[in-house]
């Protein structure tokens, strides 16, 4: 054992503080409170507290952010740039204290100031621009190119309002905006020198100049300001620092006078108004196609800035275009930023006088593209008549690269009109739509998916038939997510246990967790193990005891579904499982029963209603059960309200079962089923993303597999989606449609849930009816392991020792070997992949 101590305290170890560091950290917070914030210590509030504190962080870290810039600038470095419409950022404030190894310095001051670290911390609004996966994957990318040392900016949009905030009223989600800036933003800094203008509508006049070139020349009829906001990303030792370039956008001239002066003020102001919408709010995914000509406006808006952005960065250094591919790589997170192509072009060829080829050699070597889903619904598609409307030119550009584009896909496959229609940028069949999917695919040199299994479905659905035409594009990086955040900062006291066990190396190389290995069967080490996961349980009782006024008991069985509300990720299932394991402990009360709590947490689009109506579901099946006598402690529902990022930070490192249940074939990659293996939760879950590979490293016996896999999904789809077979052979399930069916749950309203028992019966899309008995054994299991005390923790170790290669450290490292083309700082020996063993 290399633990000496036998007792239980983790937390953060204290080195010794240089008293001079810690007088100077003093005195700089409080010159912030009183010049930057204006206010006398004895009045300042807690929130002042925390800005002065930020503020006295920042110009630390802008130092290094100066320094990594000009290192950059000098060495003609290539950079990367990351176009996202989302960053799901979360607080930064320990975040970047941490990277920057201050934490223990500015706990101390702050503790001496009178004020403590750890109530400041909860003042920082979470910064929520974005929906969930997609947009945290952004935000953990950030950190890692940061601390490989790679020269890169995110851009994207600085949302006025966030995600929306989730208010759950007798168990109905409501929604209220987020007012994230409400109090400002201290990590952000204003460049009001660094301002585009991007226009929309007009038309485009074509004419021949006097070299006999042709030239198209764009009126248009609209312009908008794009205004840079930059937020610091610190990499993890403070080595390197990136930006976070956001756009807001803004009216050239933002007051007509002369209208102001006849008294119509709001006609004044109007386009004004009309500019500001671009930014004004975060849409939600799974939103409905109405009414989305803002979306376009958003999406062009953040491109169109980017790009005469970073062309202007490289012309100022380079002098001319040619070399732009070698000295910047464009990655597009999903279809959003597909216009990139199209405006890559059009600044080329337009501004610049380059010809066609030449302008399409750069643009593909410039821009990759990574695909987030497969879901039909949620491939984007523009109406060709929107595009006419607002982006003239660049329907022009599509059409041309789409007549070289089916030319080659002609001469692939000569008369193939099937493979023609199927290729096209061009969607004939509802309405004529652009398919912006394909336009970022033919546009891009490098196309990846996010997990081993979504990157070869891609091959096999989506893009089958361009993968034809141009093979060998199609790669895959499995999604990963900074171990900063997600153990350091999430989890110190498990993060105290792997230094202990592992070395302070490990802070450094993840792969050193495995050392924990070798004592993953010892049974003092497992009762430290324990002792964490303890502590971390008996916090999120407390919040839950808090917000929710529900007693938990820290040591049931905590079982977690934390993720957006879709049908595809079946929160339905976990319910009907819920459901189903009342009845059955109701049967039999004299049986000892594990105790378990089914934590829920997640938000559903606003305009979802049957996600919203499983949200309702599971607040009133949990109303019955929490308030049955029967069951005592047994069995307790929650619904956490309002799903971010810091309500991950408390509920993960307290998880001992996380659900990664999707619908096999439906879950791109998953980064939860990452995080929660990370912080100790054993998974039970579906052959689907990520999870897969998660099985590969852990070992088959340490992960719970159940359910259809992808091609049994559709083999049972095509031979229909009524489920009365599977119903007629499960009691269990027959027994819990009913309940929801007959209002058991709902005694006001007994139809409520009538639609969602239709569905189980006999539109089974997503299969959970029919892989509920799977499911549901699956689970007793889990039950039996549990009983079996010590060969559960001993897995639970095995699944942190095991994680390595899911840090965001990896996955970066793998774009800028295979994408980009750009050196990182060297990695530690890579963690060998165990053999899956099924
Ligand atoms: C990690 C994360 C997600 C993604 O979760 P999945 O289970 O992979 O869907 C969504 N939201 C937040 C706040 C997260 O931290």
Redesign the pocket.
């Known amino acids: 054992m290399p633990i000496q101590s036998t007792t239980d305290d983790f937390r953060l170890a204290k080195p010794p503080l240089d008293e001079l560091a810690l007088a100077e950290i003093k005195t700089a917070i409080v010159a912030k409170l009183t010049l930057a914030i204006g206010k006398e210590a004895a009045l300042a509030t807690k929130h002042d507290w925390y800005k002065a504190a930020a503020l006295a962080l920042r110009d630390r870290i802008v130092h290094r952010w100066l320094m990594s810039e000009k290192d950059s600038y000098d060495a003609g470095r290539k950079r990367v740039y990351y176009l996202s419409l989302e960053f799901?950022i979360g607080r930064l404030f320990t975040d970047a204290l941490n990277n920057m190894g201050l934490l223990p310095l500015f706990d101390a001051a702050l503790g001496d100031l009178g004020v403590g670290l750890s109530e400041l911390r909860k003042c920082e609004p979470d910064a929520a621009l974005g929906n969930?996966?997609l947009g945290?994957l952004a935000a953990c990318f950030m950190e890692s190119m940061a601390t490989l040392e790679i020269p890169a900016f995110g851009y994207g949009i600085r949302y006025d309002f966030g995600l929306f905030r989730q208010i759950i009223t007798q168990g109905w989600q409501q929604e209220y905006p987020d007012e994230w800036l409400g109090f400002g933003n201290p990590w952000e800094l204003q460049r009001p020198e660094v301002v585009y203008q991007v226009h929309f509508g007009g038309s485009v006049e074509h004419s021949v100049d006097s070299r006999g070139q042709e030239r198209a020349i764009w009126y248009p009829g609209e312009t908008v300001q794009a205004v840079a906001y930059d937020t610091p990303i610190v990499g993890w030792r403070g080595k390197h620092v990136n930006a976070l370039r956001l756009w807001s956008a803004r009216a050239p001239d933002p007051l007509r006078i002369d209208v102001f002066n006849t008294g119509d003020y709001l006609g004044a102001t109007a386009h004004e108004a009309r500019a500001e919408a671009i930014c004004k709010f975060l849409y939600p995914n799974d939103e409905s196609a109405a009414g989305r000509e803002l979306r376009l406006r958003q999406e062009y808006f953040f491109v169109s800035a980017s790009l005469q952005d970073l062309i202007k960065r490289h012309l100022h250094a380079e002098g001319q275009l040619r070399s732009l591919a070698k000295k910047a790589a464009v990655q597009l997170n999903d279809t959003h930023p597909s216009l990139a192509v199209t405006e890559l072009m059009r600044i080329l060829i337009d501004h610049h006088g380059m010809q066609w080829d030449d302008a399409w050699e750069i643009t593909r070597a410039t821009l990759s593209y990574t695909n987030h889903t497969l879901l039909p619904e949620a491939l984007e598609t523009w109406p060709v008549e929107l595009f006419e409307r607002c982006l003239p030119r660049h329907l022009e550009i599509i059409y041309r690269i789409n007549e070289l584009h089916l030319g080659l896909a002609n001469a692939c496959c000569p008369g193939d009109v099937d493979f023609r229609a199927s290729v096209s940028l061009i969607d004939e069949k509802a309405g004529r739509r652009v398919r912006m999917g394909h336009l970022a695919f033919i546009g891009s040199h490098r196309i990846n998916g996010v997990s081993a299994m979504h990157s070869d479905l891609m091959k096999e659905t989506v893009f089958h038939d361009l993968h034809h035409l141009y093979p060998g594009r199609i790669t895959n990086k499995t999604n990963g997510i900074t171990f900063r955040r997600w153990l350091m900062l999430a989890n110190p006291g498990l993060t105290e246990l792997a230094r202990a066990t592992c070395g302070d190396e490990v802070l450094d190389d993840p792969s050193r967790l495995d050392r924990m290995e070798d004592y993953a069967g010892d049974s003092a080490f497992q009762q430290q193990f324990r002792n964490v996961k303890h502590r971390n349980k008996v916090a999120l009782s407390r919040l839950i005891g808090e917000r929710l006024g529900i007693k938990i008991d820290a040591s049931a069985l905590f079982d977690v579904q934390?993720?957006?509300i879709h049908e595809y990720?079946r929160q339905l299932l976990n319910v009907l499982e819920t459901i189903a394991l009342y009845y059955a402990i109701k049967d039999e009360p004299q049986r000892d029963w594990v105790p378990r709590v089914k934590i829920f947490s997640g938000k559903a689009a606003a305009s979802y209603r049957y996600a919203k109506l499983i949200i309702k579901l599971i607040n009133d099946v949990a109303e019955t059960i929490n308030n049955d006598p029967d069951i005592a402690d047994r069995l307790k529902v929650v619904f956490l309200a309002d799903?971010?990022?810091s309500l991950?930070e408390v509920i993960i490192p307290a998880a001992d079962l996380s659900e990664?249940i999707s619908t096999a074939g439906m879950e791109a990659s998953?980064?939860?089923?990452m995080?929660l293996g990370l912080n100790g939760a054993l998974t039970i879950g579906t052959l689907d993303g990520a999870n897969i590979e998660m099985r590969d490293h852990v070992g088959a016996e340490n992960i719970a597999i159940f359910g259809m896999e992808a091609l049994e999904v559709v083999a049972r789809r095509a031979q229909g989606l009524d489920a009365t077979d599977v119903i007629g052979r499960s009691p269990h399930l027959a027994r819990a449609i009913r309940a929801v069916d007959s209002g058991v749950f709902s005694p006001d309203d007994v139809g409520r849930f009538a639609s969602i028992a239709h569905a189980l019966r006999h539109l089974d899309h997503y299969m959970v009816s029919a892989d509920f008995d799977s499911y549901y054994e699956a689970q007793r299991g889990i039950d039996a392991r549990w009983s079996a005390g010590p060969a559960w923790t001993r897995a639970a170790i095995l699944n942190v020792s095991r994680m390595a290669w899911f840090s965001s450290d990896r996955t970066i490292r793998e774009y800028a070997e295979d994408i980009w083309d750009v050196p990182t700082t060297p990695a530690a020996q890579p963690a060998p992949v165990r053999q899956a063993k099924r």
């Open positions: 799901l969930g996966g945290r934390i993720k957006r990720k799903y971010n990022v991950a990664q998953g980064t939860g089923n995080k």
